[in-house]
């Protein structure tokens, strides 16, 4: 294996552990933060939201209502497909929280 191959799969190891985390600890800035700038969350019957800003809106209303209606999970009919333009990078933890 290439030293290229290596840098990569860690760099992707550490972006889903940061978004992980961060939705674990409902740090929503900060999961939106390992979107690309110009990325897009995907979700079955909503038009795709793009950019970091919409992300962590569209999160912050989901998880606002779960106080509301505690006996549903909202989270339970996403499905997730994210992407970014071949030149973007998710973007770095800005956050003085700590993560894995």
């Known amino acids: ?50 950019g970091r800003s919409a992300i962590a809106a569209f999160l912050r209303g989901i998880t606002g209502k779960i106080g509301v209606a505690v006996d549903v999970n909202p989270l339970s009919d996403i499905t997730l497909r994210t992407y970014c333009s071949p030149n973007s990078r998710p973007g770095r933890r800005k956050s003085s929280r700590t993560s894995p």
Not at 14 to 43: P, Q, V
């Open 1 to 50: 294996m290439k030293m290229w191959q290596l840098v990569a799969r860690e760099q992707i190891r550490d972006t889903l552990a940061r978004y992980n985390w961060s939705g674990d600890a409902g740090a929503l800035d900060d999961l939106a933060e390992t979107f690309c700038s110009d990325g897009a969350l995907e979700i079955r019957g909503l038009e795709p939201l793009r």
